[in-house]
């Protein structure tokens, strides 16, 4: 079993930059595929970016694409996300996942596909 703990958010203006991270805890971190997710108030959890086991494969949802970037350090345990050119509809509460793979290729971008989850950090985005 892997622990997720996020870190980072906070509040900015529009058109600042943040970086959240993730600490996994537990297990291999290598063995994971990973994603981040967000979720406002009243709205179903939605994908933001995910990750391969290796780092080599990633994915973005098409309303973060060119602004975010997802990595991961499999030495230090942590998957981050390089948020840039935040807008006021980035505003939610973010979440780290975590997904057993024996495919060092494969990331995942649907909430079923992923059991471990994080407890969240809040992002805000002022205009």
């Known amino acids: 079993q892997v622990q997720l703990v996020e870190s980072g958010g906070g509040l900015v203006q529009a058109g600042g930059s943040l970086r959240l991270s993730c600490a996994a805890s537990?297990?291999?971190?290598?063995?994971?595929?990973m994603g981040w997710f967000r979720q406002v108030p009243g709205k179903e959890r939605e994908f933001v970016a995910g990750i391969s086991r290796s780092g080599g494969s990633a994915f973005y949802a098409d309303s973060v694409k060119g602004r975010f970037t997802i990595s991961r350090d499999n030495s230090k345990n942590v998957v981050y996300l390089q948020m840039n050119s935040l807008k006021p509809e980035d505003t939610a509460g973010y979440y780290c996942a975590a997904r057993f793979s024996i495919y060092s290729a494969n990331y995942y971008i649907q909430n079923s596909e992923y059991n471990h989850w994080g407890q969240g950090t809040q992002v805000t985005v002022s205009s």
């Open positions: 537990g297990d291999t971190f290598s063995s994971y595929a």
